[in-house]
């Protein structure tokens, strides 16, 4: 089967592979600009994602947006997605089995904008992408390559809600990112 990006949608919106897809009000699919050289991806949409079925446009949408505009960057030149395409109640973190039903869709948005730079957005999505045991706190900001791609994880922008400290480390993870950029123009 060839996979575009409207197949991925039909595909995503008609998806029942794990429980999430009965509680869901909708499925949040990747956004932003298809010919992207950067990639972020975070662990699953929050409530509001699910409700407006677009990712990042909570209150943790308003901190990436400051942070991209921080570091120089818009959401028109990114794209931005999450392992799980249906919101767990409660924000909990994702299942084992529910990453796994989803994982598919990342690999064909992957496929298809083929990155440059993938930026992991928190340890779920880091420890999914780059290592399983990928420590958050202490790996933040390091780079490795994969496939002529660099991948490199930062905290949520969650994490600078409940600690607004946080937010130079992150900027700064964020400038890096466009360094790196610069880099592979």
């Known amino acids: 089967m060839e996979y575009t990006w409207n197949t991925i949608e039909r595909h995503i919106a008609a998806c029942a592979n794990c429980p999430l897809s ?3 009000q ?3 699919m990747g956004r932003g600009s298809r010919e992207a050289d950067i990639m972020f991806i975070a662990e699953a949409p929050g409530g509001e994602e699910d409700r407006q ?3 990042f446009v909570g209150r943790s949408g308003e901190i990436l947006d400051r942070l991209l505009r921080d570091s120089g960057l818009t959401r028109e030149e990114i794209y931005i997605t999450n392992i799980l395409k249906c919101h767990p109640p409660g924000n909990r973190d994702p ?3 529910e990453k796994a039903a989803c994982f598919p869709y990342l690999k064909y ?3 298809l904008l083929k990155p440059k730079i993938i930026v992991c957005l928190g340890r ?3 420890q999914r992408i780059i290592a399983p045991d990928f420590k ?3 790996q933040h900001g ?3 390559c994969r496939k002529d791609c660099a991948l490199t994880a930062t905290y949520h922008p969650s994490a600078v809600l409940r600690d607004p400290s946080k937010y130079e480390t992150v900027k700064k993870d964020f400038c890096e990112i466009v360094k790196k950029r610069e880099e592979y123009a």
């Open 22 to 24: 009965g509680t869901r």
């Open 26 to 28: 909708q499925p949040v």
């Open 53 to 55: 079925g677009i990712p």
């Open 95 to 97: 299942k084992e089995e």
């Open 109 to 111: 948005e992957t496929f």
């Open 124 to 126: 779920v999505a880091a």
């Open 136 to 138: 958050i706190t202490r």
């Open 142 to 144: 390091t780079w490795t």
